[in-house]
């Protein structure tokens, strides 16, 4: 059972999330979103632990098309930045807020950026490109986040301050063409650096709540330093760069780790 303990804990985590939000806000849908993200997010951790290749595909799959389609299509809630914002300004405590609370904001310093291994719908498609394994030196470009990241800001202000009417609808456009801009964007770049992850690491905005707070994460991939050879494969195959073989939260690329473990799954040593 020891080996189960970790889809088991996941599992109480998010159900004690649905019910304390179930029952505060009178609310059952939470009960309903976050059941579902947990029993997801276990499957693919217990499939992980039964050595299945694909467990954390199955995982971004499932929690990836619930988002995309059901919050996002369906019920035209926008959970991209700009819906935050948006909800923020509006001083509604939606799924949106919500979800980018748990997610995105706080979860990162229990559970890192396992968001971006397992649940978001934009690495989603990503990661069914070719280069799953960066194929090139990684770029000093970081830093056009913090231009989206703006951007997506002053959108949303903008909309306000100049009183523009029916809100809503123009959210649920902008969620509609901001996904359309996503995946075009961050398909072109994959090609053109050889990266399947390479919108992630240079252009999405959402890095710039994850990285800080990832970086205190509780979770996090770490070298038994006895076992380790220094082959390197652990950083050839880690499609975020990350020097796991240094175990110190300053590592290299440190607050970039998805928790994807393939870094674990190729170690020929056993050491992560
Ligand atoms: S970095 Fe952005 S696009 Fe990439 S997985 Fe994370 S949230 Fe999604
Ligand atoms: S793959 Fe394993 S043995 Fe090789 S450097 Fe990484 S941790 Fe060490
Ligand atoms: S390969 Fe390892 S270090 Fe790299 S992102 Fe995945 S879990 Fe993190």
Redesign the pocket.
């Known amino acids: 059972m020891k080996k189960y303990r970790l889809p088991i804990i996941m599992l109480v985590i998010f159900e004690a999330v649905a019910i304390t939000l179930w029952l505060t806000l009178d609310n059952i849908f939470y009960l309903f979103n976050f059941s579902y993200i947990g029993i997801a997010v276990s499957l693919g951790i217990f499939l992980f632990v039964k050595q299945y290749k694909h467990a954390r595909r199955i995982t971004q799959l499932l929690v990836g098309l619930y988002m995309l389609v059901y919050l996002g299509f369906m019920s035209n809630e926008n959970m991209q930045i700009e819906g935050f914002w948006y909800y923020l300004f509006t001083g509604v405590f939606e799924a949106a807020t919500i979800h980018y609370a748990v997610a995105k904001i706080f979860g990162p310093l229990l559970f890192g950026r396992g968001w971006c ?1 397992y649940a978001c719908w934009t690495a989603m498609v990503l990661d069914f490109l070719p280069y799953k394994e960066p194929d090139q030196p990684r770029k000093k470009i970081g830093w056009i986040r913090y231009i989206t990241f703006v951007a997506s800001l002053v959108f949303v202000a903008a909309l306000f301050l100049a009183n523009v009417g029916n809100l809503e609808r123009i959210m649920f456009w902008a969620f509609i063409i901001g996904n359309v801009l996503y995946y075009l964007v961050g398909i072109v770049l994959a090609y053109a650096f050889k990266d399947n992850r390479a919108f992630c690491k240079y252009i999405c905005p959402i890095t710039v709540f994850l990285k800080p707070m990832s970086y205190f994460s509780l979770l996090r ?1 770490k070298c038994d330093e006895s076992k380790c050879i220094s082959c390197g494969k ?1 950083k050839r ?6 020097d ?1 073989t240094d175990n110190s939260r300053k590592r290299e690329n440190g607050t ?9 799954r190729n170690c020929p040593k056993d050491a ?1």
Do not use: S, T, W
């Not at 195959?237 to 990350?242: G, K, L």
């Not at 970039?256 to 674990?264: D, H, N, Q, R, Y």
């Open positions: 291994g991939v652990c195959v880690c499609p975020m760069n990350v796991v970039e780790c998805i928790l994807c473990f393939e870094c674990k992560i």
